[in-house]
């Protein structure tokens, strides 16, 4: 079942049961206010639409209350600020968190002039900055894959708001209000400080202002309550008067407006009856209930074909008007890169598509010579819990990958990953600890190669032994 279809039928089912209950069930009036069903419906699409939105707004709102180096609030806005570590397993902050790249991040406000993204000569080192729109559509992308690896000043421009600074390559974007992804790419301890010598040299400079970068433990983000029902539909309507909706999306932002969703718009204004209003009230709720079983859902029915490897959606990070998708990844992966930058490979079953458990068995990933995943950059296989947080363990062994020198192949070339609660006894294995109970696995292929894009290699199974 598609998330759309989920979210009708939950929105239909509350609008039936308030007609049971005596609520009323009005026919619609031509050209007027939608009857309790459609408004239903219409509050599901709206929470469809919404979600990554609000993502974006909550992110936003919650970094501002980050400490990062003695910045808070509206002091964060187009400041750079990036981690010294990678994530720990016991912060349970975001799931399948990565453990390849270090992370820098910034909220960026361009409505005021350019703002300017300076970084070093990186080397061979991967880096990205993702520049990624409030709708979670990735606007562009400044690293080693698509402006190259030398020192580089990359004026970032709003449409609205144009300018062209000397020195600097613009990028301009249709956003005034953009988040920014940074990715670097560590190892060991020893490469994650030289990979920290590096970071220390990104910066922001906003219009009329000096460079601006910090560091921040995002591990100490305070989450900020969400609001629900017709609440979060009025929330929104101020997140979309914020971010104004792209051009394509105008028959979409018409319906909404029918429930008195959109910029400028309350519910309450909308001339709904009390039976409608109430059915809005509780397509929301049980939209927002539903999202993130149907999402995981939906992701673990793709592996059931690809030998219990999922596959994301092709049209990540640039959805178009596919809401559905946008919503669906922005619940299970918010902030994930476009294909062409990184894809993304969740296995939840072995090849035989029964569960991966701890407690009944250990696996096995075999890549035969020349068959590890194509990529111009890296690739890394990381483990999870069955909740999709690292595996606690006194090695701190969390993922393999092919940027690292402590990768084990065979004589032969080949890789061998074994996933297990106990070390095996063969040298010639590369070992992942797995929990008692079920677990999850991640490949991740940075710069794929068209191979990848176009799914004529798919990852081989996991097997049990």
Known sequence: MTLRRAFVALSLIVAGALAAVGAGQAPAVPGGAPNAAQAARIAADAFTYGFPLMEFERVRAESANTPCSGHRGDSTINMLASSDHFMKPEAHIVVAPNVD?????????????????????????????????PYTNVAAYIGSRTTGSAA?????????????????????????????????????????????????????????????????????????????????LDALSTAMGNNPPPKRDAAQVKELARIGVGPGLRVSRAGLSPAAEAAVDQAVRAASA???????????????????????????????????????????????????????????????????????????????????PPVDAFWSITAYDGDGYLVP??????????????????PDGSIDIVFSRSR????????????????????RTYAPRASVLDHTWNPPGIQRF
């Not at 005021?112 to 900055?129: E, I």
């Open 101 to 133: 790249t270090l992370y820098s991040m910034a909220n960026i406000d361009l409505s005021k002039g350019p703002v300017v993204l300076s970084h070093p000569d990186m080397g061979d080192r991967y880096f990205s900055f993702q520049l990624m729109d």
């Open 290 to 372: 539903a999202l993130p079983e149907i999402a995981r859902t939906k992701q673990q029915t793709s592996a059931l074909s690809h030998r219990g490897w999922g596959t994301a959606p092709d049209n990540t990070g640039d959805y178009g008007t596919d809401y559905l998708t946008r919503a669906g990844v922005a619940e299970i992966g918010l902030g994930a890169n476009t294909p062409e930058e990184a894809a993304y490979n969740p296995a939840f079953s072995s090849a035989d598509l029964l569960p991966l458990d701890g407690r009944l068995s250990s696996y096995r990933l075999h890549f035969a010579a020349g068959q590890e």
């Open 152 to 232: 580089g000043r990359y004026a970032i421009s709003w449409s609205g708001n144009p300018g062209d600074l000397p020195g600097a390559t613009t990028i301009t974007v249709d956003h005034a209000r953009i988040w920014l992804i940074g990715r670097t790419l560590a190892g060991d301890e020893a490469d994650q400080r030289a990979a920290l010598e590096k970071m220390t040299q990104y910066s922001l400079t906003p219009p009329g202002g000096g460079p601006r970068s910090t560091t921040c433990d995002f591990e100490s983000v305070t989450p900020i309550d969400q609001p629900d029902g017709i609440a979060w």
């Open 393 to 410: 363990n006194t090695e701190n062994r969390h993922s393999v990958s092919n940027s690292r020198p402590d990768l084990i192949r065979r």
């Open 424 to 443: 095996p006894t063969d040298p010639s294995v590369n070992w992942l600890p797995i929990p008692d109970g079920p677990f999850r696995v991640y490949l």
